[in-house]
Protein backbone atom coordinates (compact mmCIF):
# COMPACT_ATOMS: atom_id res chain seq x y z
CA UNK A 1 0.00 0.00 0.00
CA UNK A 2 2.86 2.54 0.65
CA UNK A 3 4.58 1.84 -2.78
CA UNK A 4 1.21 1.77 -4.68
CA UNK A 5 -0.16 5.77 -2.72
CA UNK A 6 3.73 6.89 -3.05
CA UNK A 7 4.32 6.07 -6.57
CA UNK A 8 1.25 7.62 -7.92
CA UNK A 9 2.20 10.90 -5.56
CA UNK A 10 5.56 10.76 -7.70
CA UNK A 11 3.57 10.27 -10.85
CA UNK A 12 2.34 13.91 -10.46
CA UNK A 13 5.44 16.16 -11.54
CA UNK A 14 4.81 19.26 -9.17
CA UNK A 15 8.31 20.69 -9.86
CA UNK A 16 8.87 24.29 -8.92
CA UNK A 17 10.99 26.93 -10.03
CA UNK A 18 10.05 30.82 -10.59
CA UNK A 19 13.23 31.26 -12.74
CA UNK A 20 12.26 29.16 -15.33
CA UNK A 21 8.35 29.78 -15.20
CA UNK A 22 8.08 26.38 -13.57
CA UNK A 23 5.31 25.84 -11.17
CA UNK A 24 3.28 22.43 -10.65
CA UNK A 25 -0.38 22.21 -11.96
CA UNK A 26 -3.46 21.25 -9.68
CA UNK A 27 -2.92 17.87 -11.08
CA UNK A 28 -1.52 16.55 -7.55
CA UNK A 29 -4.00 18.32 -5.06
CA UNK A 30 -6.93 16.99 -7.08
CA UNK A 31 -5.51 13.50 -6.38
CA UNK A 32 -5.28 14.30 -2.87
CA UNK A 33 -8.32 15.18 -1.83
CA UNK A 34 -10.36 12.59 -4.22
CA UNK A 35 -8.16 10.27 -2.01
CA UNK A 36 -9.08 12.09 1.27
CA UNK A 37 -12.78 12.49 0.21
CA UNK A 38 -12.39 8.59 -0.48
CA UNK A 39 -11.09 8.01 2.80
CA UNK A 40 -13.40 9.97 5.09
CA UNK A 41 -11.45 13.47 5.48
CA UNK A 42 -13.41 16.58 5.34
CA UNK A 43 -12.09 19.04 3.01
CA UNK A 44 -11.18 22.66 3.87
CA UNK A 45 -10.96 24.57 0.29
CA UNK A 46 -7.91 27.18 -0.49
CA UNK A 47 -8.78 29.12 -3.40
CA UNK A 48 -6.92 31.93 -5.11
CA UNK A 49 -3.44 31.37 -3.30
CA UNK A 50 -0.83 32.57 -5.83
CA UNK A 51 2.85 33.29 -5.69
CA UNK A 52 4.07 36.82 -7.82
CA UNK A 53 7.41 37.04 -8.91
CA UNK A 54 9.37 39.54 -7.49
CA UNK A 55 11.31 39.89 -10.12
CA UNK A 56 8.67 39.79 -13.13
CA UNK A 57 5.37 40.51 -11.25
CA UNK A 58 4.02 37.81 -12.68
CA UNK A 59 1.30 35.67 -10.57
CA UNK A 60 1.44 31.94 -10.42
CA UNK A 61 -1.54 30.17 -8.91
CA UNK A 62 -0.46 27.66 -6.15
CA UNK A 63 -2.58 24.84 -4.61
CA UNK A 64 -2.09 24.10 -1.27
CA UNK A 65 -4.82 21.64 0.38
CA UNK A 66 -6.08 20.82 3.91
CA UNK A 67 -7.45 17.40 5.19
CA UNK A 68 -8.93 16.73 8.74
CA UNK A 69 -11.25 14.15 10.83
CA UNK A 70 -12.66 15.29 13.68
CA UNK A 71 -13.70 14.20 16.83
CA UNK A 72 -16.50 13.90 18.92
CA UNK A 73 -15.30 16.61 21.02
CA UNK A 74 -13.40 19.98 21.01
CA UNK A 75 -12.04 20.09 24.57
CA UNK A 76 -8.76 17.82 23.31
CA UNK A 77 -5.89 19.40 21.49
CA UNK A 78 -5.70 19.93 17.15
CA UNK A 79 -2.71 18.09 16.26
CA UNK A 80 -1.31 19.14 12.54
CA UNK A 81 0.50 16.95 10.19
CA UNK A 82 2.26 18.90 7.75
CA UNK A 83 3.78 18.56 4.41
CA UNK A 84 4.52 19.61 0.78
CA UNK A 85 3.59 18.84 -2.89
CA UNK A 86 6.00 20.71 -4.90
CA UNK A 87 9.45 19.37 -5.38
CA UNK A 88 12.77 20.55 -7.05
CA UNK A 89 13.19 20.32 -10.79
CA UNK A 90 14.85 17.41 -12.58
CA UNK A 91 16.91 18.91 -15.71
CA UNK A 92 17.79 16.92 -18.78
CA UNK A 93 21.26 16.64 -17.99
CA UNK A 94 20.40 14.86 -14.74
CA UNK A 95 17.59 12.58 -15.70
CA UNK A 96 20.10 10.40 -17.76
CA UNK A 97 21.75 9.75 -14.86
CA UNK A 98 18.47 8.37 -13.08
CA UNK A 99 18.08 4.57 -12.29
CA UNK A 100 14.60 5.36 -13.48
CA UNK A 101 12.11 7.84 -15.14
CA UNK A 102 12.54 10.55 -11.42
CA UNK A 103 8.40 10.40 -12.01
CA UNK A 104 8.18 6.62 -12.30
CA UNK A 105 9.16 5.71 -8.67
CA UNK A 106 10.85 2.08 -8.52
CA UNK A 107 11.22 -0.07 -5.42
CA UNK A 108 14.53 -1.38 -5.27
CA UNK A 109 15.06 -3.16 -1.87
CA UNK A 110 14.22 -1.08 1.38
CA UNK A 111 14.59 2.01 -0.90
CA UNK A 112 11.61 3.60 -3.26
CA UNK A 113 13.53 5.63 -5.88
CA UNK A 114 12.05 9.20 -8.04
CA UNK A 115 12.01 12.89 -7.38
CA UNK A 116 10.11 13.70 -3.97
CA UNK A 117 10.38 9.99 -2.91
CA UNK A 118 12.02 11.59 0.19
CA UNK A 119 11.57 15.43 -0.04
CA UNK A 120 8.86 14.79 0.51
CA UNK A 121 5.96 13.07 -0.47
CA UNK A 122 7.57 9.78 1.53
CA UNK A 123 6.38 12.02 4.67
CA UNK A 124 2.76 12.75 3.06
CA UNK A 125 2.48 9.17 2.23
CA UNK A 126 3.10 8.49 5.85
CA UNK A 127 0.36 10.98 7.09
CA UNK A 128 -2.27 9.54 4.81
CA UNK A 129 -1.75 5.93 5.74
CA UNK A 130 -1.77 7.22 9.11
CA UNK A 131 -5.17 8.60 9.76
CA UNK A 132 -7.14 7.11 6.29
CA UNK A 133 -9.09 4.65 8.82
CA UNK A 134 -8.83 6.20 12.39
CA UNK A 135 -11.59 7.35 13.11
CA UNK A 136 -10.43 9.70 17.02
CA UNK A 137 -12.55 9.72 19.72
CA UNK A 138 -10.79 13.01 21.13
CA UNK A 139 -9.22 15.72 19.49
CA UNK A 140 -8.62 16.52 15.82
CA UNK A 141 -6.11 15.39 13.53
CA UNK A 142 -5.67 17.88 10.31
CA UNK A 143 -3.06 17.06 7.24
CA UNK A 144 -2.30 20.27 5.28
CA UNK A 145 0.23 20.12 2.38
CA UNK A 146 1.67 23.54 0.84
CA UNK A 147 2.88 23.74 -2.61
CA UNK A 148 5.17 25.94 -2.39
CA UNK A 149 7.76 24.79 0.01
CA UNK A 150 10.76 24.40 -2.32
CA UNK A 151 10.56 28.36 -2.84
CA UNK A 152 9.74 29.42 0.39
CA UNK A 153 6.16 28.38 0.93
CA UNK A 154 5.13 32.42 0.81
CA UNK A 155 1.97 32.11 -1.41
CA UNK A 156 0.58 28.74 0.56
CA UNK A 157 1.41 29.40 3.98
CA UNK A 158 -0.57 32.46 4.77
CA UNK A 159 -3.29 31.45 2.47
CA UNK A 160 -3.67 27.48 4.99
CA UNK A 161 -3.17 29.31 8.04
CA UNK A 162 -5.84 32.04 7.44
CA UNK A 163 -8.01 29.10 6.73
CA UNK A 164 -7.39 27.57 9.75
CA UNK A 165 -8.35 30.86 11.45
CA UNK A 166 -11.39 31.08 10.19
CA UNK A 167 -12.22 27.97 11.11
CA UNK A 168 -10.94 28.39 14.75
CA UNK A 169 -8.30 25.45 13.85
CA UNK A 170 -5.21 26.67 14.88
CA UNK A 171 -3.04 23.67 16.10
CA UNK A 172 -1.41 23.17 19.88
CA UNK A 173 1.36 20.95 17.93
CA UNK A 174 2.60 20.65 14.34
CA UNK A 175 4.69 17.27 13.08
CA UNK A 176 6.58 18.29 9.77
CA UNK A 177 7.31 14.98 7.76
CA UNK A 178 10.45 16.70 6.45
CA UNK A 179 13.15 14.02 5.24
CA UNK A 180 16.42 12.93 6.56
CA UNK A 181 19.57 10.73 6.58
CA UNK A 182 19.36 9.67 9.78
CA UNK A 183 16.89 9.91 12.61
CA UNK A 184 16.73 13.60 14.09
CA UNK A 185 14.16 15.42 15.52
CA UNK A 186 14.56 18.68 14.68
CA UNK A 187 13.12 21.48 16.51
CA UNK A 188 15.73 24.36 15.30
CA UNK A 189 16.85 26.20 12.28
CA UNK A 190 18.44 28.74 11.44
CA UNK A 191 16.81 31.95 9.65
CA UNK A 192 17.40 32.54 6.14
CA UNK A 193 18.58 36.88 5.47
CA UNK A 194 19.29 37.35 2.19
CA UNK A 195 20.51 40.64 0.79
CA UNK A 196 21.75 42.80 -1.97
CA UNK A 197 24.43 45.04 -1.96
CA UNK A 198 24.09 47.46 -4.94
CA UNK A 199 26.86 50.36 -6.17
CA UNK A 200 27.51 52.30 -9.61
CA UNK A 201 30.69 51.25 -11.50
CA UNK A 202 33.74 54.04 -11.25
CA UNK A 203 36.47 53.41 -13.27
CA UNK A 204 40.58 54.23 -13.54
CA UNK A 205 43.35 53.09 -15.13
CA UNK A 206 46.61 51.85 -14.23
CA UNK A 207 49.93 50.37 -15.67
CA UNK A 208 50.58 46.65 -15.55
CA UNK A 209 50.01 43.41 -16.36
CA UNK A 210 46.28 41.85 -16.53
CA UNK A 211 46.46 39.11 -14.63
CA UNK A 212 43.89 35.95 -13.70
CA UNK A 213 43.15 33.84 -10.67
CA UNK A 214 40.84 30.75 -9.84
CA UNK A 215 39.72 30.64 -6.62
CA UNK A 216 37.48 27.52 -5.37
CA UNK A 217 35.04 26.79 -2.33
CA UNK A 218 35.76 23.67 -0.83
CA UNK A 219 33.98 21.63 2.16
CA UNK A 220 35.73 20.66 4.90
CA UNK A 221 35.85 16.66 3.45
CA UNK A 222 37.56 18.00 0.50
CA UNK A 223 34.44 17.92 -1.62
CA UNK A 224 33.44 20.69 -3.75
CA UNK A 225 29.83 20.97 -4.18
CA UNK A 226 27.59 23.84 -1.46
CA UNK A 227 24.70 24.87 -0.23
CA UNK A 228 24.29 28.20 2.10
CA UNK A 229 22.29 25.86 3.80
CA UNK A 230 25.15 23.86 4.92
CA UNK A 231 28.40 26.26 4.82
CA UNK A 232 29.55 26.78 7.82
CA UNK A 233 32.52 29.57 8.23
CA UNK A 234 35.94 28.24 9.72
CA UNK A 235 35.42 24.47 8.38
CA UNK A 236 34.48 25.48 4.69
CA UNK A 237 36.26 27.34 2.33
CA UNK A 238 34.16 30.33 -0.04
CA UNK A 239 35.63 30.73 -2.87
CA UNK A 240 34.40 34.75 -2.95
CA UNK A 241 35.86 34.98 0.43
CA UNK A 242 39.38 33.33 -0.52
CA UNK A 243 39.03 35.83 -3.68
CA UNK A 244 38.10 39.02 -1.75
CA UNK A 245 41.55 38.18 0.56
CA UNK A 246 43.74 38.09 -2.23
CA UNK A 247 42.25 41.38 -3.90
CA UNK A 248 42.82 43.59 -0.70
CA UNK A 249 44.92 46.44 -2.22
CA UNK A 250 45.21 44.90 -5.58
CA UNK A 251 43.42 46.81 -8.82
CA UNK A 252 40.64 44.43 -9.72
CA UNK A 253 39.27 44.46 -13.36
CA UNK A 254 36.49 41.80 -12.89
CA UNK A 255 34.85 39.12 -10.93
CA UNK A 256 33.07 35.92 -11.78
CA UNK A 257 31.29 33.44 -10.02
CA UNK A 258 29.59 30.48 -11.00
CA UNK A 259 26.67 30.61 -8.95
CA UNK A 260 23.65 31.51 -10.90
CA UNK A 261 21.51 31.38 -7.51
CA UNK A 262 21.69 33.33 -4.57
CA UNK A 263 21.49 29.86 -1.98
CA UNK A 264 24.36 28.11 -4.38
CA UNK A 265 27.95 28.37 -2.79
CA UNK A 266 29.62 29.11 -5.98
CA UNK A 267 32.37 25.93 -7.28
CA UNK A 268 34.63 28.68 -8.40
CA UNK A 269 35.27 32.83 -7.96
CA UNK A 270 37.99 34.35 -10.95
CA UNK A 271 38.97 37.39 -10.50
CA UNK A 272 41.14 39.53 -13.19
CA UNK A 273 43.48 42.28 -11.83
CA UNK A 274 46.39 44.14 -12.52
CA UNK A 275 50.02 43.30 -11.64
CA UNK A 276 52.13 46.20 -11.25
CA UNK A 277 56.02 44.06 -11.23
CA UNK A 278 54.87 42.70 -15.33
CA UNK A 279 57.80 43.63 -17.80
CA UNK A 280 55.55 44.19 -20.35
CA UNK A 281 53.17 46.99 -18.54
CA UNK A 282 50.76 48.87 -20.39
CA UNK A 283 48.34 50.76 -19.69
CA UNK A 284 44.84 48.60 -18.56
CA UNK A 285 41.27 50.11 -17.11
CA UNK A 286 40.08 48.86 -13.59
CA UNK A 287 37.03 49.14 -11.24
CA UNK A 288 37.88 51.08 -8.26
CA UNK A 289 34.11 49.83 -7.14
CA UNK A 290 35.28 46.21 -7.57
CA UNK A 291 38.10 46.64 -5.95
CA UNK A 292 36.48 48.06 -2.70
CA UNK A 293 33.74 45.92 -2.54
CA UNK A 294 36.06 43.00 -2.71
CA UNK A 295 38.39 44.74 0.37
CA UNK A 296 35.69 45.32 2.70
CA UNK A 297 33.85 42.07 1.63
CA UNK A 298 37.21 40.07 3.14
CA UNK A 299 36.30 41.91 6.73
CA UNK A 300 32.80 41.40 6.47
CA UNK A 301 32.63 37.90 8.66
CA UNK A 302 34.07 40.01 11.53
CA UNK A 303 30.89 42.19 12.26
CA UNK A 304 28.98 41.93 15.88
CA UNK A 305 26.34 39.70 13.69
CA UNK A 306 22.64 39.81 15.98
CA UNK A 307 22.57 35.99 16.65
CA UNK A 308 21.84 34.08 19.41
CA UNK A 309 24.06 30.75 20.65
CA UNK A 310 23.61 28.04 17.99
CA UNK A 311 24.89 24.60 17.33
CA UNK A 312 26.19 25.94 13.80
CA UNK A 313 26.53 29.88 14.13
CA UNK A 314 26.07 32.13 11.05
CA UNK A 315 26.85 31.04 7.81
CA UNK A 316 27.88 34.27 5.63
CA UNK A 317 27.91 33.58 1.79
CA UNK A 318 28.44 35.93 -1.03
CA UNK A 319 27.60 33.57 -3.80
CA UNK A 320 26.11 35.66 -6.79
CA UNK A 321 28.21 38.66 -8.26
CA UNK A 322 26.92 40.37 -11.83
CA UNK A 323 27.11 43.60 -13.44
CA UNK A 324 24.59 45.43 -15.03
CA UNK A 325 26.49 46.92 -18.07
CA UNK A 326 23.00 48.84 -19.38
CA UNK A 327 23.27 51.12 -15.87
CA UNK A 328 26.58 50.79 -14.61
CA UNK A 329 25.72 48.65 -11.57
CA UNK A 330 27.40 45.64 -9.73
CA UNK A 331 25.11 43.83 -7.62
CA UNK A 332 26.54 41.59 -4.78
CA UNK A 333 24.19 39.18 -3.47
CA UNK A 334 24.52 37.20 0.19
CA UNK A 335 22.97 34.35 1.66
CA UNK A 336 22.95 34.31 5.34
CA UNK A 337 21.41 32.13 7.44
CA UNK A 338 21.49 32.47 11.86
CA UNK A 339 19.80 32.00 14.74
CA UNK A 340 18.41 35.60 15.05
CA UNK A 341 17.99 37.04 18.53
CA UNK A 342 14.62 38.41 17.53
CA UNK A 343 12.83 39.40 14.65
CA UNK A 344 14.76 42.47 14.37
CA UNK A 345 17.53 40.48 13.58
CA UNK A 346 16.77 40.94 9.23
CA UNK A 347 17.07 44.46 9.56
CA UNK A 348 19.80 44.42 11.89
CA UNK A 349 22.01 42.57 9.47
CA UNK A 350 20.73 44.62 6.70
CA UNK A 351 22.20 47.69 7.99
CA UNK A 352 25.30 46.11 9.14
CA UNK A 353 26.25 45.08 5.38
CA UNK A 354 25.12 49.04 4.44
CA UNK A 355 27.04 50.40 7.60
CA UNK A 356 30.28 48.04 6.42
CA UNK A 357 30.29 48.77 2.72
CA UNK A 358 29.16 52.42 2.84
CA UNK A 359 32.65 53.49 4.73
CA UNK A 360 34.61 52.88 1.66
CA UNK A 361 31.66 53.42 -0.85
CA UNK A 362 29.30 56.33 -0.52
CA UNK A 363 26.50 55.40 -3.31
CA UNK A 364 26.43 52.05 -2.00
CA UNK A 365 22.61 50.78 -1.38
CA UNK A 366 21.10 47.57 0.22
CA UNK A 367 18.16 45.89 0.66
CA UNK A 368 16.23 42.04 1.75
CA UNK A 369 15.72 40.24 -0.96
CA UNK A 370 14.09 37.53 0.79
CA UNK A 371 14.36 36.51 4.48
CA UNK A 372 12.93 33.21 6.61
CA UNK A 373 12.53 33.67 10.38
CA UNK A 374 14.21 30.70 12.67
CA UNK A 375 12.67 28.00 14.30
CA UNK A 376 13.40 27.65 18.01
CA UNK A 377 11.63 25.13 20.20
CA UNK A 378 12.75 23.78 23.43
CA UNK A 379 13.91 20.30 22.98
CA UNK A 380 12.38 19.39 26.36
CA UNK A 381 8.72 20.74 25.80
CA UNK A 382 6.46 17.71 26.52
CA UNK A 383 5.57 17.34 23.33
CA UNK A 384 8.77 17.08 21.81
CA UNK A 385 9.87 14.72 24.02
CA UNK A 386 6.65 12.74 23.45
CA UNK A 387 7.23 12.26 19.75
CA UNK A 388 10.56 10.92 21.05
CA UNK A 389 9.50 8.20 23.16
CA UNK A 390 6.80 7.18 20.63
CA UNK A 391 9.39 7.00 17.80
CA UNK A 392 11.96 4.90 19.78
CA UNK A 393 8.97 2.38 20.78
CA UNK A 394 8.15 1.89 17.06
CA UNK A 395 12.07 1.24 16.27
CA UNK A 396 13.40 4.60 15.15
CA UNK A 397 16.02 5.35 17.52
CA UNK A 398 16.40 9.07 17.76
CA UNK A 399 20.07 9.61 17.33
CA UNK A 400 19.80 13.69 18.44
CA UNK A 401 17.26 16.30 19.12
CA UNK A 402 17.75 20.11 18.63
CA UNK A 403 18.77 21.98 15.51
CA UNK A 404 19.47 20.81 11.51
CA UNK A 405 21.89 22.34 9.47
CA UNK A 406 19.68 23.26 6.37
CA UNK A 407 17.43 25.19 4.89
CA UNK A 408 14.00 26.65 6.25
CA UNK A 409 10.56 25.01 6.53
CA UNK A 410 7.41 25.44 6.72
CA UNK A 411 7.38 24.89 10.37
CA UNK A 412 8.54 28.39 11.15
CA UNK A 413 5.17 29.81 9.93
CA UNK A 414 3.68 27.92 13.30
CA UNK A 415 6.33 28.46 15.86
CA UNK A 416 6.94 32.41 14.89
CA UNK A 417 3.03 32.28 16.06
CA UNK A 418 4.15 30.56 19.31
CA UNK A 419 2.56 27.10 18.63
CA UNK A 420 5.13 24.44 19.00
CA UNK A 421 6.53 22.40 15.96
CA UNK A 422 9.07 19.60 15.34
CA UNK A 423 10.12 17.58 12.20
CA UNK A 424 10.26 14.05 12.22
CA UNK A 425 10.25 12.61 8.70
CA UNK A 426 11.30 9.68 6.99
CA UNK A 427 14.93 8.23 6.27
CA UNK A 428 16.26 8.52 2.50
CA UNK A 429 18.84 10.27 0.48
CA UNK A 430 19.83 12.60 -2.25
CA UNK A 431 17.24 15.01 -1.65
CA UNK A 432 17.05 17.55 -4.50
CA UNK A 433 19.79 15.12 -6.45
CA UNK A 434 19.87 12.35 -8.49
CA UNK A 435 18.58 9.14 -7.67
CA UNK A 436 16.48 10.35 -4.54
CA UNK A 437 15.27 7.63 -2.31
CA UNK A 438 13.17 7.00 0.88
CA UNK A 439 13.33 4.13 3.18
CA UNK A 440 10.35 1.97 2.44
CA UNK A 441 11.21 0.63 6.15
CA UNK A 442 10.85 3.83 8.05
CA UNK A 443 7.52 4.89 6.24
CA UNK A 444 6.35 1.69 7.80
CA UNK A 445 7.38 2.91 11.16
CA UNK A 446 6.34 6.65 10.67
CA UNK A 447 3.00 5.27 10.16
CA UNK A 448 2.68 4.00 13.14
CA UNK A 449 4.51 7.02 14.82
CA UNK A 450 2.27 9.59 13.67
CA UNK A 451 -0.83 8.16 14.75
CA UNK A 452 0.16 6.99 18.31
CA UNK A 453 1.79 10.82 18.61
CA UNK A 454 -1.88 11.70 17.55
CA UNK A 455 -3.33 9.53 20.25
CA UNK A 456 -1.09 10.07 22.74
CA UNK A 457 -1.53 13.98 23.11
CA UNK A 458 -5.32 14.00 22.28
CA UNK A 459 -5.98 11.15 24.98
CA UNK A 460 -4.00 12.84 28.06
Known amino acids: MIFKLLKDLISFDTSINPEERLFPSDECAKYVKTYGIEHGFEVIEINDCYYQNSKTSEKHEIYPIILLKRGIDSLHPIILFLGHLDVVPVTEAEKKEWVNNPFDAVEKGDKIYGRGAADMKGGNTAMLLAFENLQPKKGTVIIAFSGDEEIGGTASMPAIINALKEQTLLPAFVVNGEPNYQPILVTKRRGITQIKVETHEKTSTASGVLKAKTFKSIQGDGSTSLHSATYILGADIHAMFAAAKFSVDKKVVSVFSTSKKDNSVPTEV ?116 SLRMIAEQHGMKILAVGEKLGGASDTRYFTNMGIIGAELGPIGGNSHGINEWVSKKSLKSLTKIYQSIFLKITQD
Not at 285 to 305: A, D, F
Not at 317 to 340: C, E, G, W
Not at 355 to 364: G, N, T
Open 270 to 385: TIKYIDNEGAEASKIIYSETLSKLMWKLSSLPTLSWPVAPSKYGISIAPNNITYDSQHKVYSLRFDIRAMLKDKNGHEIIKELIYQHFSALIPDVKCQITFKADPMNVDESHHYVQ
